[in-house]
């Protein structure tokens, strides 16, 4: 179970990276935009997961015997990904208006690594839908709070928090190699 509350706090932090961004721009309600942030990355960082796990099992008797070291790759080149988007890229610069479809876009954009991630939910003894409840949940609480951080001045940890999350999903692939 902890190995899942590391994993959902790992997963949304890019969700909270951007949150933060949302939240410096903003011009209107903070409450409405941290509610809305939080339903959009808190879904699709639920049901992407359940997507690439559901890939994973697809896939499970084909890579039976490699699975940890696809999972390795998988998660190293994830956290690497959102390092490196962290100390390279910033997507909210170039957001003007926070509109639902610029909130479904960037949803979807934090949760495609999420949906990588998941195929590696097969490795872990739980039970998958609890998982995947309090990955969406986990990323909820996380982007409600991002939206309040960045309306009050947060850009500085903007970046440290997608750093820190690929950290730890590069150190999840280690334990699962290694253990």
């Known amino acids: ?18 949150s933060i961004g949302l939240g410096i721009k903003n011009k ?13 990355f808190g879904i699709f ?10 890939g994973g099992i697809g896939l499970k008797e084909y890579i039976q015997g490699y699975d940890s070291i696809i999972a390795f790759v ?13 100390l390279n890229e910033n997507v909210e610069e170039e957001i003007t208006k926070i509109s639902n479809k610029i909130l479904l876009t960037l949803a979807i954009a934090t949760s495609i690594d999420a949906m ?28 409600y709070i991002g939206v309040f951080v960045g309306s009050h001045g947060g850009e500085k940890y903007e970046s440290k928090a ?18």
Not at 28 to 40: E, M, N, S, T
Not at 45 to 54: E, S, T, V
Not at 74 to 86: D, N, Q, T
Not at 132 to 143: D, E, N, P, R
């Open 74 to 86: 998988l998660l190293v080149i994830i956290g690497g990904k959102m390092i490196y988007e962290a």
């Open 116 to 143: 990588a991630a998941g195929f590696t939910l097969h490795l872990f003894d739980l039970n998958v839908y609890l998982s995947l409840f309090l990955i969406g949940f986990i990323t909820f609480i996380i982007s």
């Open 45 to 54: 960082q639920a049901l992407m997961p359940f997507i690439g796990y559901l």
């Open 1 to 18: 179970m902890l190995e899942i509350l590391i994993l959902s706090f790992a997963l949304s932090m890019d969700a909270f990276a951007v």
């Open 162 to 179: 997608e750093i820190l999350g690929g950290v730890v999903l590069i150190l999840i692939g280690f334990k699962i190699l290694l253990f």
């Open 28 to 40: 209107g309600d903070v409450k409405i935009l941290a509610l809305k942030a939080g339903l959009f």
